[in-house]
């Protein structure tokens, strides 16, 4: 039912990413540091929750952007109502135990390492001794042929390069020889969706969204292992371990964002290109924006779903549905917000999937300033400096294709607006008069231009990450599912039982832990339960995988 114009329903608080594309170099620093932080045990030696890949390129796993082969994401019905591209509850009933939309192992690729015990203990010898690649999932030998950055800055390769499903259509235009290659870096995380497909996709509800950040966590005691969260997302960043039988997903370091800190990967990011903040949204205009008929309108109608925290009116219902004070203010001065809404410089990767992505690109523009000169054109005439984004080495037809759903208009503008900003700070450098008619173009101020100038290129720590603590008077609702105050469940529930009511979380069970690690407790029923935390893999894992008590 379509809500009146100008009302405002439940508001809700996201924490999202901006990732400025122009400044990745794909030294590969953000996927290290996730991977040894959250992957770095059994099972999950295929698993990167943060990688980045060279555009053009097959991805990771491979060519994953093909929905028609994958069907991940959402589509509309005959009747334009919000569907699963992978079918619903029959469909999955079909295909309990073989889904067809499920990628293998060789999509993703088998891990390896080498047998560096050989190549370290040779003999002397008159030959060069190598480390045989082993795998780290059977032990024999291998040969490597796919991983998660196998295509490394061979954009160019017409055998890497036209595998890529964001080339379709442009076959005619885009030609794969060295003088016309380009490249760029797409750093990738799970999207912590508005409007998560493998949430609705998750036959036991393991996965969920919490109501406090947004955050797309997997319930790892509820998971059964059906895996219908692999291929319900189109991103494919829900991985699967072949070890504990549960899925496993970005977290966005929810530990570190609850105490205010940023993610690991925007941590440790060399290029500093990554901006954490909040976003302020109506969650029950949601599903009207992700049900546009229109695959290029979805951008716009993502953008009508944010709030403006200025707002009174915003304000006023953020605080009625029990987001706090600080919070209010942090999405006030949050440079995602700024970046989003306000510069319009950021944009959603695949919105036609209709998940409503939170982690947004800022389109790369580096190879402008060798465009205008290259082609003659000079600084001070607008109309050949806009000219000139069109002769750019990376085709706009391909940007449109990953952040627009084919919209070249919305990627030429911010493209636009990016070259006047370089423009206006060197003639602000140089002592030059600023730029009017390029401001006037892109319908900016001075001041809008430096303050997107200082959001992408010399922000400090506390303006590139916005993040508010979770209070601590909340803590008890997070421990369900993080529900807000006022809602089933909530705080305010609790504090309707008598203090002898409420129970502590039960102590693991003496003398009863497992030799490969984690611990075992027993719930208020009565049932032992695993807990997989400190679990090394070996041993067993008693009613993991079942009741028989063997965890195998």
């Known amino acids: 039912m379509a809500r009146a114009a100008g ?3 439940r508001c809700m608080a996201q924490v999202a990413m901006v990732m400025n594309l122009d400044k990745c170099i794909g030294c590969h620093t953000c996927s290290v540091t ?11 030696e295929y698993v990167w929750f943060n990688n980045v890949e060279t555009k053009p390129g097959a991805g990771y796993p491979r060519r994953y952007e093909d929905q028609e082969q994958w069907k991940g994401g959402w589509t509309l019905d005959r009747r334009g109502r919000l569907t699963l591209k992978a079918g619903g509850r029959v469909r999955k009933l079909l295909s309990l135990f073989y889904n067809p939309d499920l990628p293998s192992l060789d999509d993703f690729y088998e891990p390896w390492t080498y047998d560096y015990q050989s190549l370290t203990t040779a003999p002397l010898s008159d030959s060069f001794t190598s480390a045989q690649p082993k795998s780290q999932l059977t032990g024999r030998d291998m040969r490597p042929a796919h991983g998660p950055n196998w295509d490394d800055d061979l954009a ?3 055998g890497y390069a036209t595998t890529d499903p964001n080339l379709k259509g442009l076959s005619e235009r885009v030609r794969m020889e060295f003088e016309h290659t380009f490249m760029f870096y797409l750093p990738r995380i799970c999207e912590h969706c508005l409007n998560p497909s493998c949430v609705a996709s998750c036959p036991s509800g393991a996965m969920y969204k919490r109501e406090e950040d947004g955050i797309v966590l997997v319930d790892q005691d509820r998971c059964r292992g059906w895996r219908f969260c692999v291929s319900g997302c189109p991103y494919k960043k829900v991985y699967f371990n072949h070890r504990t039988g549960k899925a496993e997903k970005c977290t966005f370091c929810y530990p570190r964002i609850e105490a205010g800190q940023p993610t690991i990967c925007s941590e440790t ?11 302020l949204y109506d969650a029950d205009a949601v599903l009207e924006a992700a049900s546009v008929k229109d695959d290029k309108d979805l951008y716009e109608a993502q953008l009508s779903v944010f709030l403006d925290p200025y707002d009174p009116a915003v304000q006023e219902a953020a605080e ?9 203010r942090a999405a006030q001065r949050s440079p995602v917000y700024a970046l989003i809404k306000q510069h319009r410089v950021a944009l959603p990767l695949h919105p036609e999937y209709r998940t409503m992505p939170m982690v947004w690109y800022v389109p790369p523009l580096s190879p402008v300033a060798d465009a205008v000169h290259a082609t003659g054109y000079h600084d001070d005439d607008p109309d050949r400096i806009f000219a000139a984004i069109e002769a750019l080495r990376i085709p706009m037809d391909y940007l449109a294709n990953l952040f627009t759903a084919g919209d070249t208009a919305v990627v030429e503008g911010v ?4 070259t ?3 423009a206006h700070m060197r003639a602000k450098q140089l002592g030059d008069p600023a730029p009017q008619e390029l401001l006037e173009r892109v319908g900016a101020s001075a001041a809008d231009i430096e303050d997107l100038y200082r959001l992408l290129a010399i922000g400090k720590y506390d303006e590139r990450y916005v993040i508010p603590k979770v209070h601590a008077e909340g803590s008890g609702a997070l421990m369900a599912q993080h529900c807000a105050l006022d809602y089933p469940g909530g705080v305010a529930d609790l504090a309707t039982h008598d203090e002898d009511q409420r129970t502590a979380a039960p102590p693991p069970l003496p003398g009863l832990a497992p030799s490969g690690g984690g611990s075992q407790f027993r719930d208020s029923d009565g ?3 695993f807990n997989l935390l400190g679990w090394n893999g070996n041993g067993p894992a008693p009613g993991l995988f079942g009741s028989d008590g063997s965890g195998r």
């Not at 009625?320 to 600080?326: F, S, Y």
């Open 7 to 9: 009302t405002i329903g």
């Open 34 to 44: 996730c991977k040894q932080t959250w992957t770095n045990r059994p099972g999950s």
């Open 156 to 158: 160019g390769a017409a």
């Open 269 to 279: 990011c060399v290029g500093r290109l990554r901006s954490l903040g909040v976003m």
């Open 320 to 328: 009625r549905d029990g987001i706090a004070h600080d919070w209010i």
């Open 415 to 418: 493209l636009r607006k990016l």
């Open 420 to 422: 006047t900003m370089r």
């Open 527 to 529: 049932q032992v339960r």
